[in-house]
């Protein structure tokens, strides 16, 4: 481009200089051709708009006409996607989730204090330090037929391990507001249990939900629900199931191992604001329910429940958005009371590591509860404040008092969270955490992680 | 005493539970326009509750109770389809308990299966941001639209409620030829509004566009329903220096911010269109949202 630019240059400068060094006569016949030249080329410029304005008279009746053809032609099917043989294949979704984690405290030692957590739901809730894989989760639904749906859940842990989170089939065509499930399922109580863990607003589940039901409680049985035929939301439902999961255990009888009945109310107040509030009672019968403790004589040992336990949940949920308008602004405030009753025998020192085994009565009513606030404060821009106690309540081990510690202290962790959601199907975020589970621990906690859905669009429960 | 206190106790909490009148057919719309519709099709045979108002993204509205509620008792709902309330109307049918609402039953109406959809993709990527694979769902800013819907909307009110078929045949009769008049009027009135470029907030008017003849030559979203950046708008502002625009058009619920940087900068009105019923005063039913909206953007010429 340069290289050519030089001659021009040369003749542009050249072309003024040969012209002041010509005479009149030369001249006059230079502006005469330039003046020839102008003509014939206004005349051509002339004839071309001409035609430009014709082509698009001609393109606008087209249009006209296009539009008077769109108006007569009868409505096309739209029928979403070909034939062939995919054309029934269910809606996939896939979660991707992947966590960076600083714990000020090695996380070897995890407890609850004065909550007897078993080993398996101790590992899941127990924090990890480093880069890990968050819960990801693969989903698959659809409608079965005219009158089931069908959905199923993969989770697929960090270590690699993948669960069934839940898998089950739905009524959809049951009058009288009556809706059956069957399968596998995330139990209705409370109100965060029957959320996936990607629709949380912070990275773990409180630990009041740690404590009494392991972060999450899912259930193998059948659950029936009501939707009340009035304008104000009234829902009450029931399982009952197998109870498998902690605070329940894996039996080897006939019949239902857990129950659940639960209520929800709700409804609208103005176009701003809406609302949930719900009361649940999950039954468990746990049997050589087992965990590991330190006794008296500072000897660990292992400890098994059997008996009956109660958990009752009191929950609510208030939603704000300007106009019911979410996008620029919203507030979401939510809070949950969780309160545990067991009754039935203890035996101490099951594997006889200590003092020897002995078997005693066991009646224990704790508690807990966490209160958070999510606040959109801009477009994509999210910031959270989680805080939360538990109560060790009263525990009576009957004859084994003398035998197991009684811890007098309230576990309280409290989180700070901001995040950023660029779309509906992505988000990254940043928590702080104080988390002082253990007695005489204050763990600081960092966690940087992503949560992205792909696949078929996810519609969310309220 | 104490059973007397009991007893109004027990009067009030039933009262709070209004229960709906079972007499006329229950409608739950999904949006304003197609409660308008129905409305104007029903008559008093019919029930409307709006899902949603015009102040509301219809594509971001929560399955919230009140509309887990109003779907269990709902003989019909009418939505525009085409994925635009996926987010939320899928939970609906899910938790409700009522059969007539589903997907494939007469009770569940898409408006946006009666017309002829524009910008259908031919692949869908959502990097592309909010695409619908059906096509723009914005169906209701072409009135002629409406008149489809209504034509088929009135044969599925006489399927779901066969009773009063005579009626609502009769409704959609006299509605069609005012609507077919207004049309014509607001064509007549909007005559000068051909061939005017325009920016858009979001791709929502595309139909609008269609009908009225008007240019789109940008949006202020760079992907569908992702807002206005920064750079994405000094992009636009430097697109309207070759290719000048007579106004930026939003609808109520779109963020004005974008709008009014641009507006200011490029020295050009922000018009503001209702979108749906109920979107601004005069927008009070199907035939002010179109006289308000033609005199909006002729307001723009001005």
């Keep these: 481009m340069k290289i050519c630019t030089i001659p021009i240059l ?102 609850i204090s004065g909550f007897h957590l078993p080993n398996d739901p101790l590992g899941e809730i127990t924090p990890q330090r480093g880069f890990s894989l968050a819960e990801s989760e693969l989903g698959i639904s659809a409608n079965v037929d005219q009158l089931f749906y069908g959905a199923m859940n993969f989770s697929i842990h960090p270590d690699n391990t993948v669960s069934t989170e839940e898998a089950f089939i739905q ?70 199931g197998r109870g498998a999961n902690y605070p329940g255990t894996g039996r080897n009888k006939n019949g239902s191992g857990a129950s659940a009945i639960f209520a929800h109310l709700g409804g609208d107040v103005g176009a701003s604001h809406s609302w949930r509030a719900g009361l649940s009672l999950l039954t468990t019968s746990p049997q050589d329910r087992q965990w590991d403790d330190t006794d008296v004589a500072r000897a660990p040992v292992t400890n098994s429940f059997s008996g009956s336990s109660k958990l009752w949940i009191v929950d609510g949920v208030w939603k704000w958005a300007p106009n019911g308008n979410a996008n620029q602004t919203n507030f979401k405030l939510q809070g949950e009371y969780l309160r545990r009753i067991e009754d039935g025998k203890l035996t101490y020192d099951a594997n006889a590591a200590s ?43 009957g004859s084994n008092n003398a035998s197991l510690l009684r811890p007098v202290y309230a576990p309280a962790r409290n989180a700070l969270m901001l995040d950023y959601n660029p779309s509906e199907f992505s988000r990254v975020r940043l928590q702080f955490a104080q988390d002082k589970s253990l007695q005489g621990v204050t763990d600081n906690q960092i966690f940087l992680q992503y949560q992205m859905s792909l696949g078929a669009h996810g519609a969310h429960k309220f | 005493m104490m059973n007397k206190s009991i007893k109004t106790l027990l009067v009030l909490a039933f009262g709070a539970f209004a229960l709906p009148s079972f007499a006329a057919l229950n409608i739950l719309a999904c949006e304003p326009e197609w409660g308008a519709l129905a409305q104007e099709l029903g008559g008093d045979k019919v029930s409307v509750y709006n899902a949603t108002n015009a102040f509301q993204d219809p594509h971001h509205v929560q399955a919230k109770p009140s509309l887990l509620a109003r779907a269990r008792n709902a003989d019909m709902v009418v939505c525009t389809g085409s994925q635009l309330e996926i987010g939320w109307l899928p939970i609906l049918q899910q938790q409700a308990g009522n059969p007539k609402i589903q997907a494939g039953q007469p009770g569940y109406f898409e408006a946006a299966q009666s017309v002829r959809m524009l910008e259908v993709p031919s692949s869908v990527d959502r990097s592309l941001g909010d695409v619908h694979p059906g096509g723009n769902p914005h169906i209701q800013t072409d009135p002629r639209n409406i008149g489809l819907a209504a034509a088929a909307l009135s044969q599925r009110l006489a399927e779901v409620d066969p009773a009063n078929a005579a009626y609502y045949q009769g409704n959609y009769k006299a509605f069609a030829e005012r609507w077919k008049a207004a049309i014509l009027n607001w064509e007549k009135h909007a005559a000068p509004l051909k061939g005017m470029n325009i920016v858009v907030h979001h791709k929502a008017f595309v139909y609008l566009e269609n009908w009225l003849g008007l240019r789109e030559v940008a949006a202020l979203e760079p992907k569908p329903g992702v807002e206005p950046t920064g750079a994405h708008l000094s992009e636009v502002l430097a697109q309207l220096q070759r290719q000048p625009v007579k106004a930026i058009i939003r609808s109520v619920y779109n963020d004005g911010r974008g709008s009014e940087w641009l507006a200011e900068r490029a020295k050009i009105p922000v018009v503001v269109l209702p979108f749906t019923v109920g979107g601004s005063e005069r927008a ?12 909006r953007l002729l307001s723009a010429l001005k």
């Design chain 1, 10 to 111: 040369v003749a542009l400068i050249a072309i003024p200089a040969a012209a002041f060094a010509a005479d009149d006569a030369d001249l006059r016949t230079l502006r005469e051709e330039v003046a020839r030249l102008r003509e014939t080329y206004e005349k051509r410029i002339e004839a071309l708009e001409k035609r430009l304005i014709q082509t698009e008279a001609k393109a606008a009746s087209a249009e006209t006409i296009a539009t008077r053809a769109e108006t007569v032609a009868a409505p096309q099917p739209t029928a979403s996607g070909g034939g062939g043989t995919n054309a029934f294949n269910p809606g996939i979704s896939l979660i991707l989730s992947g966590l960076y984690s600083n714990l000020s405290k090695d996380p070897a030692g995890y407890r």
């Design chain 1, 171 to 240: 009524t959809t065509s049951l009058p009288q507001g009556l809706t059956l499930k069957a399968g596998r399922y995330f139990s209705g109580i409370g109100y965060l249990n029957e959320q996936h863990a990607h629709t949380w607003d912070f990275v773990d589940a409180p630990l009041a939900y740690q404590a009494f039901v392991g972060g999450q409680f899912n259930n193998d049985g059948l659950q029936l629900r009501w939707l009340a035929p009035t304008d104000t939301f009234l829902e009450i439902g029931a399982e009952l």
């Design chain 1, 355 to 397: 003092l020897g085994a002995s078997v005693g009565s066991y009646a224990a009513t704790q508690s807990g509860w966490y209160v958070q606030g999510i606040y959109q404060f801009a477009p994509y821009w999210r910031v959270g404040l989680r805080t939360e106690r538990l109560d060790n309540g009263t525990v009576d081990y």
């Design chain 2, 284 to 295: 009070k039913d199907l035939f002010g949202l179109y006289d308000d909206t033609v005199q």
